[in-house]
């Protein structure tokens, strides 16, 4: 079992940054692939980020692709979403997710542990 808790999320203008942070506890952080999701109203839940056990290839969507930084410390047990140039159609609850899979999947069933979600809203 890993629990995970994600922090970050909030309100902020469209062209604007935050930052979102995952906290994984219960086992061994290193042997997780992580990755963070999306779930806008009325629409199912995507894949935005993720990123393998060692922290290389990093994979995003495309929808993302230079805008948002996806990381990991594993001494931190931490996985982190840095979003920049955000747009109204972020606007979502992200989700942190975790399996032990040893790729980065980008399908919702991949993934085994979730957090509870943080919302993120970006104003026009």
């Known amino acids: 079992q890993v629990q995970l808790v994600e922090s970050g999320g909030g309100l902020v203008q469209a062209g604007g940054s935050l930052r979102l942070s995952c906290v994984a506890s219960g086992r061994t952080f290193s042997a997780f692939t992580m990755a963070w999701f999306r779930q806008a109203p009325g629409k199912e839940r995507e894949f935005v980020a993720g990123?393998?056990?060692?922290?290389?290839?990093?994979d995003y969507a495309d929808s993302v692709k230079g805008r948002f930084t996806i990381s990991r410390d594993n001494a931190k047990n931490t996985v982190s979403l840095q979003m920049n140039s955000l747009k109204p159609e972020d606007t979502a609850v992200y989700y942190c997710a975790a399996d032990l899979s040893l790729r980065v999947g980008i399908s919702v069933e991949e993934y085994r542990y979730w957090g509870q979600g943080t919302q993120v809203t970006v104003s026009s």
């Open positions: 990123i393998g056990l060692n922290g290389r290839r990093p």
